[in-house]
C-alpha cells in the first residue's frame, strides 16, 4: 500500500481474480455482523447491506477506472522517453520523476494535433501495478496526499487494533470455560471481566497476559520485513472456507430441528450505527485492488465479474447472518461469532469446538505482522523527502515502536470488538471506501482530458461515469460521517 509502482506478479485468469477478491473482502468483519444484524433488526439490516454493498461496487469501478488512467499516463510517458532517445540519442528522467511532475504544464507543452494519437485505448490497459498512494501522488496536491495517508494509516491502526483483541478475546473464552469445567461459553451466562477464569485469576487477567504473550510472540516482526507466502495464503483461506461452512450447516441443521432460538426484530434503529461500520469494513477492498487486479491476464469484462463478486459476498453475508440470528438469541451472540459454536449443544465433537473457538486465533495471527509492515512502511512514505533518508534508529526503532505501541494501548484497553470494527469501518473506513475513489476518479478524469484531449475514452471507465455519482458518494459519505458522530454523541449523553 505504500506509494510506489510494484512488480505485477504472476498473471492469472479472470475467475481466479474474482476467487482472490472474494477471500480478500470475506474477512474478520464477516465474524462481526451476525450480532450486528441482531441488534439492528433483521430487515434494516439487510437493506443496509444490500444498499452499502452496491456502494463499495461503485467506488471499486472507480478504483479500477484511476489504474487505468494511471497506466495509461505511465504507458504515454513511456513512448514519449523511447522517442526522444531515438531522436536525440540521450536517457531522459525515469517514471518516477517524471510522475511528481504536473499534468497539466505537460498537457499545454504538447502540440494540438497529437492529441488525436495519444487516445489509443491500448494506453489505458492495467499493465503496471500502480497503488493507491503512488494514484494519489500523481492525481492530488500535497495536502490531498498527506490526508490519503494519514486515512490509511488511522485505518491500519484500527486494523491492528481489532486483531489484537480478537485473538486474546478468543483465547480467554476457549480458556476460561475449560478452567472452570464448563463446556464452552454457555447460552444462558453472562460473564463479567472480572468472573473467575483459572482459580485468583479474573477473566480480564487472563485476556491481558494472552493480549502481552501475543505482542510479545507477533511484535518483533514489525521490526523487520515480513510477506505473506502463497502456501501460507491458501493455509489460512482453506481454514477460513472450512469454519464458514461448518457454522452455517450446523445453524442450518438446527433451524431445520425446529431447535432455533432466534426472534430478531425487524428493526431496531439503536443498533445501525454498530451495524454500519461492521458493513463498510466488511466490504472493504479498495485499498488492495492495485494487486488484485493488474495480475488478471484478460480484463475485458472486469466489471461484470467484479458485479458477479459482490453478488456472491452479499449472498454469502446474508446467508451467515441470517442463519445466525435465527439459530440464536440476539442477547446470545457474541462479538466474534465463532465463539456460539464452543458449546456442547451446539457442537458435540470437541475438535470442532476447539478449531471453531480458536480459528481466529490462527487466520488473524499470520495477517497482524503483514498489515503492521504495511503501516509502517506507510508511516515511512508520509515523512520521506525527496533523496533524504532515516538514521538508523529512526527506521529500525522508532518507526516500528509508533506502529505497534497505539493498537496494543487499545487492545488493552477494552475488547469490545463489535465496536471497535464499527468505528473503524464507520470513520476510517468511510474515508478508504468513499471519500478517497471518488476524488481519485474525479480528478483523474479532469487530468487525463487535459492529457490526451478531451473526448479520450478510458476503456475501463466506470459504468457510473456520470459526475453526479461522485458528489452522491461524497454526500453519502458525509451523511454517514455525520450520523455516527451525532449517535456516538448521544449514546454517551445518555450513559
Known amino acids: 500500500m505504500a506509494g510506489e509502482i510494484t512488480e505485477t506478479g504472476e498473471l492469472y485468469s479472470p475467475y481466479v481474480g474474482l476467487v482472490y477478491m472474494f477471500n480478500l473482502i470475506v474477512g474478520t468483519g464477516a465474524l462481526t455482523m451476525p450480532k450486528a444484524f441482531a441488534t439492528a433488526g433483521w430487515l434494516v439490516s439487510l437493506v443496509l447491506l444490500v444498499f452499502l454493498g452496491f456502494m463499495s461496487f461503485v467506488t471499486t469501478t472507480f478504483v479500477v477506472e484511476a489504474m487505468a488512467a494511471a497506466n495509461a499516463q505511465l504507458h504515454w510517458k513511456r513512448m514519449e522517453n523511447h522517442q526522444e532517445e531515438e531522436d536525440d540519442d540521450s536517457s531522459t528522467a525515469s517514471d518516477s520523476d517524471v510522475l511528481v511532475q504536473d499534468n497539466y504544464e505537460r498537457a499545454e507543452k504538447r502540440p494540438i494535433l497529437s492529441v488525436q494519437r495519444r487516445g489509443s485505448p491500448n494506453l489505458f490497459e492495467i499493465t503496471d501495478r500502480v497503488e493507491m498512494g503512488q494514484m494519489a501522488s500523481m492525481f492530488f496536491n500535497k495536502v490531498g496526499v498527506n490526508l490519503f495517508y494519514f486515512c490509511i494509516i488511522i485505518y491500519l491502526y484500527g486494523d491492528l487494533a481489532i486483531y489484537a483483541a480478537a485473538v486474546p478475546f478468543s483465547l480467554m473464552q476457549v480458556t476460561c470455560a475449560m478452567g472452570n469445567d464448563s463446556c464452552g461459553v454457555e447460552a444462558d451466562t453472562k460473564y463479567n471481566d472480572t468472573d473467575r477464569c483459572w482459580g485468583p485469576l479474573r477473566r480480564v487477567d487472563a485476556y491481558r497476559i494472552y493480549l502481552a504473550v501475543f505482542t510479545l510472540l507477533l511484535g518483533p516482526f514489525t521490526f523487520f520485513d515480513v510477506q505473506k507466502t502463497k502456501y501460507l495464503q491458501i493455509l489460512t483461506s482453506l481454514m477460513r472456507w472450512i469454519a464458514f461452512a461448518i457454522m452455517i450447516v450446523l445453524a442450518l441443521v438446527r433451524i431445520g430441528h425446529g431447535r432455533g432460538e432466534g426472534h430478531p426484530p425487524l428493526a431496531d434503529f439503536s443498533g445501525v450505527r454498530n451495524l454500519f461500520g461492521v458493513c463498510v469494513y466488511s466490504f472493504m477492498c479498495q485499498h488492495s485492488l492495485p494487486s488484485l487486479v493488474t495480475p488478471v491476464s484478460s480484463k475485458r469484462h472486469l466489471t461484470r465479474l467484479v458485479f458477479l463478486d459482490y453478488v456472491l459476498i452479499l449472498a454469502f453475508y446474508g446467508l451467515l447472518s441470517f442463519t445466525a ?115 481519485l476518479v474525479y480528478l483523474c478524469r479532469r487530468d487525463t482530458q487535459l492529457a490526451f484531449g478531451f473526448g479520450t475514452i478510458n476503456k475501463h471507465r466506470s459504468p457510473f461515469r456520470h459526475t453526479f455519482w461522485v458528489g452522491f458518494v461524497l454526500l453519502w459519505a458525509f451523511s454517514c460521517f455525520l450520523f455516527v458522530t451525532a449517535n456516538i454523541v448521544l449514546s454517551e449523553t445518555k450513559l
Open 325 to 439: 440470528i435465527f439459530c440464536f438469541r440476539g442477547d446470545s451472540l457474541l462479538d466474534m461469532y465463532t465463539l456460539n459454536f464452543a458449546r456442547c449443544d451446539i457442537v458435540g465433537l470437541a475438535a470442532v469446538r476447539f478449531f471453531l473457538g480458536l480459528f481466529p486465533v490462527f487466520t488473524i495471527s499470520t495477517n497482524f505482522p503483514i498489515i503492521a509492515v504495511t503501516l509502517r512502511n506507510n508511516w515511512k512514505t508520509l515523512f520521506h523527502r525527496e533523496g533524504g533518508t532515516y538514521p538508523w534508529v529512526v527506521d529500525r526503532v522508532v518507526f516500528p515502536t509508533i506502529t505497534l505501541l497505539p493498537p496494543v494501548l487499545v487492545a488493552f484497553c477494552t475488547h469490545d470488538l463489535e465496536s471497535l470494527v464499527g468505528i473503524t469501518g464507520a470513520y476510517a473506513g468511510t474515508g478508504i471506501q468513499y471519500v478517497i475513489p471518488a476524488f
